[in-house]
């Protein structure tokens, strides 16, 4: 079977990585290139795999209890909603203990397109992961071609 070759070799096929790029429209006026955002539609067998070693590495997570409690993005059962309800009753506990409190906001613009994969796979590497699912998501992070 295709997929579990991949897996076990940590090979990713060249047709499984490219994608189709299509504009969706966001907002405003539609003669600014601006307003428009790309989506890659990758393969069906690609998602399918990635799929899978996701929840390879979701188990191992769990399991291995690698993220803490504080973490709400990215977590089963966790929001944006969770982070700001534990966030609002720290900072009002802290006010009612008549603590001074000072608050950052920061937003990093391009977060996830600019993360180094590099630290991804140490991360990976670091918190047990087996290697084949790490060496398929090395491959799977290499540099993409369009269809």
């Known amino acids: 079977m295709a997929r579990a070759r991949s897996w076990r070799t940590g090979e990713v096929p060249e047709d499984w990585r490219k994608a189709n790029v299509t504009l969706v429209f966001k907002k405003s006026k ?7 955002r790309p989506v890659s539609l ?8 990635e799929q899978l070693i996701l929840g390879v590495i979701n188990k191992h997570v769990e399991e291995k209890k690698v993220i803490g409690s504080g973490q709400h993005g990215f977590t089963k059962g966790k929001s944006c909603l ?3 309800i534990a966030f609002y009753d720290g ?3 802290w006010v009612d203990e008549g603590k001074a409190v000072d608050v950052v906001y920061l937003d990093f613009n391009k977060a996830f397109e600019t993360g180094s994969h590099n630290i991804l796979i140490s991360k990976l590497r670091k918190c047990g992961l087996d290697e084949w699912s790490v060496r398929w998501v090395e491959n799977w992070l290499k540099p993409r071609g369009l269809g």
């Not at 539609?30 to 428009?36: I, L, V």
């Not at 990758?42 to 795999?49: C, D, E, H, L, N």
């Open 42 to 49: 990758t393969s069906i067998p690609g998602k399918v795999m």
């Open 91 to 93: 900072m009002t506990g």
């Open 82 to 84: 969770t982070n700001l």
């Open 30 to 36: 539609k003669e600014d290139p601006g307003n428009y």
